[in-house]
């Protein structure tokens, strides 16, 4: 689709990890390159944190790119400033989503700034995408749901006979859960292979049960431990082995997490498949992303 001088309908902070930056094949290069032809049609503002846009133009991505906001390096402050456009409430200022391709094993990735980075997306229902992944289907999901055509070279992606997706909920969110799987059920039921922690999976067995009845239903979905019990890693190695591509968590952020380790290393494993896995932290996310992964796998 041929490009356009239109007014940005998206504003979308970006940032990589070293790692993810500078090499030929590394993930921004794959990353821009590869939904290149959607970027041109959503013309999304991108705003980018100085190391990265310095990537960019010396591997000559997005050459002429009409809308392009450069912040500030790391060190001075460009990811802080994405944290305050993610809360900003003035339309002209606040960004709808966030890219921030981490390295799992970079320190700069547990760095409060980036810890925040996510918790206020999170808390403000806005995509948090730290992986290629997650960032190459939410570009072709928003461009399909725009009007573009779809990417057929991701076609299989979206056969999901062939998918897994653990769905995983803390406590006070669990009744969410329920609500967006019943509303979504169709999608979810069209996976191949469904799991969930603890409490979580025996809730939605039992959704399930009411809705396909009770033989049907009762292994909908594959329960493992709870969170705190160790269910965040048998999920991970899924994750790892590449059994299961997608991660649904719906996190609480206002409230004490004696097990914020696991939950750190189930989102570790999917940034260390960050070219297969994706996870998606919260309820607005969630429910649109689902809407529009329904409409992709019938185009």
């Not at 809360?87 to 200022?93: E, F, I, K, L, T």
């Not at 799987?181 to 169709?186: G, K, L, Q, T, W």
Request: with cysteine; proline share 5%.
């Amino acid at each position: 689709m041929a490009s356009t001088t239109s007014s940005p309908h998206y504003r979308i902070g970006l940032a990589a990890n070293r790692a993810h930056q500078d090499a030929p094949n590394s993930a921004l290069v794959q990353l821009l390159r590869g939904a290149q032809q959607h970027i041109e049609a959503l013309q999304p503002e991108l705003v980018v944190v100085g190391r990265t846009l310095d990537a960019i133009d010396q591997l000559g991505l997005l050459p002429d790119y009409p809308h392009l906001e450069r912040f500030p390096y790391g060190r001075q402050g460009g990811l802080m400033k994405l944290v305050s456009r993610v809360v900003d409430s003035d339309p002209a200022r606040t960004l709808d989503a966030i890219i921030y391709l981490i390295d799992p094993v970079d320190p700069s990735s547990t760095f409060p700034e980036a810890v925040a980075l996510k918790r206020q997306c999170v808390i403000h229902g806005k995509p948090f995408l730290s992986t290629l992944a997650g960032a190459r289907e939410w570009f072709e999901l928003e461009a399909v749901a725009a009007g573009a055509a779809p990417d057929r070279c991701l076609d299989n992606r979206f056969d999901l006979s062939q998918e897994g997706i653990a769905l995983i909920a803390h406590d006070s969110m669990k009744p969410r859960m329920l609500a967006l799987a019943e509303r979504h059920f169709e999608v979810l039921d069209s996976f191949a292979f469904r799991c969930a922690t603890g409490t979580t999976g025996g809730l939605l067995n039992a959704l399930a049960q009411k809705i396909k009845g009770v033989e049907a239903g009762r292994n909908w979905v594959k329960p493992f431990l709870s969170g705190p019990m160790g269910g965040d890693a048998q999920i991970a190695e899924l994750i790892l082995d590449h059994q299961c591509r997608r991660v649904l968590f719906l996190e609480d952020p206002h409230v004490a997490r004696q097990h914020e380790a696991d939950i750190q290393l189930l989102e570790r494993a999917a940034r260390t498949v960050t070219d297969y896995a994706s996870c998606m932290s919260d309820e607005k996310w969630g429910d649109r992303w689902l809407t529009q992964l329904n409409a992709r796998r019938r185009a």
